[in-house]
């Protein structure tokens, strides 16, 4: 009993940068308790460990898979208007870019950035999502749940993608608009991107019903 509990301490002591404890950190939606892992890393960088393990994804820190989408972006829908191409490049560089973002949200919040982020995650992971499938000689539309793992790889993907779109239409640096796209999500406010990606895939559900 005495090794496991030292074991426990030793794990809270670590924190993220050697700055922010995942401690008190809280997942509110039940649904992604299981897809969101807050296991306490100091240095987010795994290595790949777990890529080739079924539903690895899953057992990787947050913040690290929040910062390998940071790496391809991706693009608004599917005309590529934008490349991502320029993300590319060394793990330092997101690395710090997440760190200066963190900073930027500690001081607005007064609260733990890595609670911030998992909130955001949690308030644009849609529900609810419509499929096109071929039924006979028309194509139907259908709502469908969206599993836990999707949501919160839509929410990561549009989170980082609203970031990217804003870097591109002003002059402000890659860790402010990041902060600044978490804290819109974390708010739920429309004037996120992944916000209102979230609000259009559960309306186009809602009218497929």
């Given at each position: 009993m005495s090794n496991t509990t030292t074991q426990e301490r030793g794990l809270q002591s670590i924190k993220l940068f050697n700055k922010w404890s995942f401690e008190d950190v809280k997942i509110e939606d039940p649904g992604l308790v299981n897809v969101i892992s807050l296991h306490p890393i100091?240095?987010?960088?795994?290595?790949?460990?777990?890529?080739?393990?079924?539903?690895?994804?899953?057992k990787i820190n947050i913040v690290e898979r929040f910062i390998n989408r940071m790496f391809v972006a991706g693009h608004k829908g599917k005309k590529h208007k934008?490349?991502?191409?320029?993300?590319?490049?060394?793990?330092?560089?997101?690395?710090?870019?997440?760190?200066?973002?963190?900073?930027?949200?500690e001081k607005r919040t007064k609260k733990n950035p890595i609670q911030v982020l998992v909130k955001a995650i949690e308030n644009a992971a849609p529900v609810e999502e419509a499929i096109t499938y071929q039924k006979g000689g028309?194509?139907?539309?259908e709502p469908v749940i969206v599993s836990p793992q999707r949501r919160v790889d839509l929410a990561i993907r549009n989170l980082v993608v609203g970031a990217y779109m804003k870097r591109h239409a002003n002059k402000k640096t890659a860790g402010q608009v990041?902060?600044?796209?978490?804290?819109?999500?974390?708010?739920?406010?429309?004037?996120?991107?992944?916000?209102?990606?979230?609000?259009?895939?559960?309306?186009?559900?809602?009218?497929?019903?």
């Amino acid at each position: 009993m005495s090794n496991t509990t030292t074991q426990e301490r030793g794990l809270q002591s670590i924190k993220l940068f050697n700055k922010w404890s995942f401690e008190d950190v809280k997942i509110e939606d039940p649904g992604l308790v299981n897809v969101i892992s807050l296991h306490p890393i100091a240095y987010p960088k795994t290595g790949g460990r777990l890529a080739k393990e079924p539903f690895g994804k899953a057992k990787i820190n947050i913040v690290e898979r929040f910062i390998n989408r940071m790496f391809v972006a991706g693009h608004k829908g599917k005309k590529h208007k934008l490349t991502s191409g320029i993300n590319t490049g060394k793990t330092l560089t997101n690395i710090d870019n997440i760190i200066e973002a963190f900073e930027i949200i500690e001081k607005r919040t007064k609260k733990n950035p890595i609670q911030v982020l998992v909130k955001a995650i949690e308030n644009a992971a849609p529900v609810e999502e419509a499929i096109t499938y071929q039924k006979g000689g028309i194509v139907a539309r259908e709502p469908v749940i969206v599993s836990p793992q999707r949501r919160v790889d839509l929410a990561i993907r549009n989170l980082v993608v609203g970031a990217y779109m804003k870097r591109h239409a002003n002059k402000k640096t890659a860790g402010q608009v990041l902060a600044e796209e978490i804290l819109l999500a974390y708010e739920n406010n429309p004037e996120s991107f992944a916000i209102s990606e979230k609000n259009r895939r559960e309306k186009e559900a809602e009218g497929a019903r």
